[in-house]
């Protein structure tokens, strides 16, 4: 873990792991994802980014793997996962966070939305356009600053 970039602030006390994957495409613009608008499903209506919680015994790079095949149908190998930060999200009941970069460029066409209600591709100059959930902001600003867009 420790590949990741940590994004303060960071907290050792968390109640679950959660993976997450940004995917870019040919204008080195990086995904986002509209979260259903239900009131069971965390920071409904929302933009944030391709996630789920990490398993028992399971790998966070498997489980970015897996989430990003069953939200996107997508199929990544490990190997194509690239460590980009960690976070905190304290937010509900308080998560760790890691965040990978897909190691290649995607077209929208490749993206089969099985979870939420849409999603895009924005570059930095998008970012206080979107409602996002704030744990994203944070990451996509790391990600901008560093990679630019």
Same mark, same amino acid.
């Given at each position: 873990?420790?590949?990741f970039? #940590?994004?303060?602030?960071?907290? *050792?006390?968390?109640?679950?792991?959660a $993976?997450? &994957?940004?995917?870019?495409?040919?204008? =080195?613009?990086i995904?986002?994802?509209?979260?259903?608008?239900?009131?069971?499903?965390f920071?409904?209506?929302?933009?944030?980014?391709?996630?789920?919680?990490?398993?028992?015994?399971?790998?966070?790079?498997?489980?970015?793997?897996?989430e990003?095949?069953?939200? #996107?149908?997508?199929v990544?190998? *490990?190997?194509?996962?690239?460590?980009? $930060?960690? &976070?905190?999200?304290?937010?509900?009941? =308080?998560?760790?966070?890691?965040?990978?970069?897909?190691?290649?460029?995607?077209?929208?066409s490749e993206?089969?939305?099985?979870?939420?209600?849409?999603?895009?591709?924005?570059?930095?100059?998008?970012?206080?356009?979107?409602?996002?959930?704030?744990?994203?902001?944070?990451?996509?600003?790391y990600?901008?600053?560093?990679?630019?867009g």
């Amino acid at each position: 873990m420790d590949a990741f970039h #940590t994004v303060d602030p960071w907290q *050792e006390d968390y109640k679950f792991m959660a $993976a997450a &994957v940004l995917l870019k495409d040919r204008y =080195g613009r990086i995904s986002i994802h509209f979260r259903d608008d239900f009131d069971h499903v965390f920071a409904h209506g929302k933009w944030g980014y391709f996630a789920g919680a990490v398993e028992p015994g399971e790998t966070i790079v498997h489980a970015a793997v897996r989430e990003l095949h069953e939200e #996107t149908g997508i199929v990544a190998l *490990e190997s194509e996962m690239q460590p980009l $930060a960690r &976070v905190f999200s304290g937010t509900g009941e =308080g998560a760790h966070h890691y965040v990978y970069m897909l190691d290649r460029v995607i077209k929208p066409s490749e993206i089969a939305l099985n979870e939420g209600a849409g999603f895009a591709f924005i570059h930095q100059g998008q970012l206080d356009k979107f409602d996002l959930v704030p744990t994203t902001k944070r990451i996509l600003s790391y990600y901008f600053a560093q990679y630019g867009g």
